[in-house]
C-alpha cells in the first residue's frame, strides 16, 4: 500500500511517531490537586466542632460516672447482686446509645435545611 492509497481510504492510517517525540494531546484539562486537611487553615468551624465533640464525651462521661457512683452508694442501703448491678450499670451505656441515635436524626433535620 502506498502513501496516496492510505490517505485517500475511508479510514487513514497516521504515520508512526518518532521514537522520543511525546503525543501532541489537545488541550488536556488540569488535573485538580487534591486538599489536604493540613493545609486548611483554622477557623471558626473547626473550634466549633471540637468543642461541640468535648463536650459529648464530657456529658456522657458526667453521665456514667454519676451512675457508677450512684450504684455504689445505692449498693449500701439495697444489696444488689452482680447480675442486678450490671444491668443497671449497662443501662445507662443502652440509654446513652440509643439517645445518641434518636437525637443524631433529629440535628439532622436542622442541618440538612442549611
Keep these: 500500500m502506498s502513501h496516496q492509497d492510505t490517505s485517500s481510504s475511508a479510514f487513514p492510517i497516521s504515520p508512526p511517531l ?3 517525540t ?3 494531546h489537545p488541550q488536556d484539562p488540569p488535573t485538580p490537586k487534591p486538599v489536604l486537611l493540613d493545609d486548611i487553615p483554622l477557623n471558626r468551624f473547626h473550634v466549633k466542632i471540637a468543642g461541640l465533640t468535648f463536650g459529648a464525651h464530657f456529658t456522657e462521661g458526667y453521665a456514667l460516672g454519676t ?3 450512684a450504684l455504689a452508694s445505692m449498693n449500701r ?3 444488689l447482686d452482680s447480675f442486678w ?3 443497671i450499670g449497662s443501662s445507662a451505656l443502652i440509654g446513652i446509645f440509643l439517645g445518641s ?3 443524631d436524626q433529629i440535628t439532622l433535620v436542622p442541618g440538612a435545611k442549611q
Excluded: D, N
Design 18 to 20: 518518532h521514537a522520543g
Design 22 to 24: 511525546p503525543p501532541i
Design 67 to 69: 451512675v457508677g457512683y
Design 101 to 103: 441515635l434518636v437525637f
Design 85 to 87: 448491678m450490671g444491668a
Design 77 to 79: 442501703q439495697m444489696p
